[in-house]
């Protein structure tokens, strides 16, 4: 990258009060939690019982030796082996199409400012609700879902791409195939009977809410959301003790500082002490893999948030992601158009010429031969949509250096301490079926 114009490499005194007083504050609000629930939805976010044909669990696209992702721009669910890139067809259940989307990350999900959930927001806190949460297009929710992080459980259970299965497979599978989700005999009650049948899960959830109440599915979705909120809490990372007080950011890292949060911008959108707004924006994110359309649409596209509400003007904006623990969370954007930090920085200093010259090399796809991963390169029309929504102006004030010092500031944002979670991975579940 061409220097265009010179950015100063050092802030005068008035320029850091400036940068100083755009800083977030470290003032996040976590729940408190109940150990044994903790404990119980350890057993379940690992236990591959909750899919269709009992083979794929959450772990296995959300895994924290995969920075709590799967390391992938589109994985492989349902109908695979093994995790990541290692991630190959079962030769017995071959898989129909990757996931659409790319596997977000857990941090720090627990805290109450997250409020939405998914690159579309398809989940999103809404007190006005009955249930208190908004779902597509206004259909109204079932109530029993604790938050946002609890509601989100009920969706990849119910997508035969992730962990359902396709139809004819199992009891899940057809249930969702009938378009019995919720309803009494539907999907949930089919997976919440297989874990009520265990002693030992059962045993567990007597302590919680009694022997006499049935298990429901919102109970098993609810200690989930416990375990990930307890588990992936990353908010002691260097720029965390700078925010406290406790320490201070000294050279590349605080030049790149007062660039995220002054010339370059950043902090416009990825705001917060989670540098996230929790708002949606169009930035030309390039597109792959099968798409995420209506079935009457071409299956490579992906409106995103436009998808939920019905919106032109919403149309291919995403959710902006958090920033926390980037160095293990790769690859970035909705379908993990980049698998490296650093591309996906410098796609936003000019993000419609990065959309018009991308790289499928960018990317980090596992082997699949039944897909077609890169159709919406030949759709030129797509691409000048997705061109034309871009909300994000190109900022060619910045160097080759200045970015080395966005990326500096950008290493301070990881949690190391947390590496594999607080509570790692349980050597067995109760279900005896085998981890990823």
């Known amino acids: 990258m061409k220097p265009i114009c010179f950015v100063f490499a050092f802030l005068g005194t008035t320029a850091l009060a400036d940068v100083a007083s755009t ?36 772990a296995t696209c959300h895994h924290p030796s995969l920075g709590t992702s799967d390391g992938v721009s589109l994985g492989i669910g349902e109908g695979g082996i093994g995790l990541g890139m290692k991630r190959i067809h079962d030769p017995k259940n071959p898989p129909e199409a990757r996931i659409p989307r790319n596997a977000p990350a857990l941090w720090n999900l627990g805290a109450t400012e997250f409020s939405v959930m998914f690159h579309d927001g398809r989940i999103e806190a809404s007190p006005d609700k009955p249930s208190a949460m908004r779902t597509p297009l206004g259909v109204e929710m079932v109530t029993g879902f604790k938050s946002p992080l609890a509601a989100q459980a009920m969706f990849p259970v119910l997508s035969a791409d992730e962990m359902a299965g396709h139809y004819s497979e199992n009891d899940v599978s057809k249930a969702v195939r009938m378009g019995q989700s919720s309803q009494e005999g539907g999907a949930w009650d089919i997976i919440a009977a297989r ?35 307890f588990e992936w809490r990353a908010d002691d990372s260097l720029f965390d003790r700078h925010l406290r007080g406790e320490g201070v950011l000294e050279g590349a890292a605080l030049l790149g500082m007062e660039l995220f949060y002054g010339e370059a911008q950043c902090g416009t959108c990825h705001s917060g002490q989670f540098q996230t707004d929790h708002a949606f924006h169009a930035i030309a994110m390039p597109q792959l ?46 379908a993990g158009a980049y698998s490296d ?19 499928p090399a960018l990317a980090r796809l596992p082997a699949f031969s039944e897909v077609e991963d890169w159709g919406i390169r030949a759709d030129e029309k797509e691409i000048s949509d997705i061109a034309a929504a871009s909300e994000l102006a190109p900022n060619h004030g910045l160097t080759d250096s200045d970015v080395d010092a966005l990326m500096a500031f950008l290493a301070t944002l990881d949690d190391t301490k947390m590496g594999q979670g607080r509570l790692g991975i349980p050597q067995r579940v109760p279900s005896g079926l085998p981890l990823d």
Request: glycine share 8%; aromatic share 10%; hydrophobic share 40%.
């Open 23 to 58: 800083l977030p504050t470290a003032n996040a609000v976590f729940p408190d939690l109940e150990a044994a629930n903790v404990q119980l939805g350890q057993f379940l976010f690992y236990d591959p019982i909750l899919s269709g044909n009992k083979n794929i669990a959450c």
């Open 195 to 229: 874990v009520e049948n265990i002693p030992e899960y059962r045993a567990m959830f007597d302590a919680q809410i009694g022997s006499e109440t049935p298990i429901t599915f919102q109970h098993i979705a609810n200690v989930i959301a416990d375990f990930i909120a």
């Open 289 to 334: 893999g099968p798409g995420k359309a209506a079935p009457f649409e071409n299956h490579v596209r992906d409106t995103g948030r436009m998808g939920v509400t019905g919106k032109s003007q919403d149309a291919y904006a995403f959710r902006t992601p958090s920033l926390r623990n980037l160095s293990v969370t790769g690859p970035y954007g909705h």
């Open 341 to 359: 930090l650093r591309d996906v920085v410098e796609h936003h200093l000019s993000p419609v010429a990065s959309l018009e010259n991308y790289d």
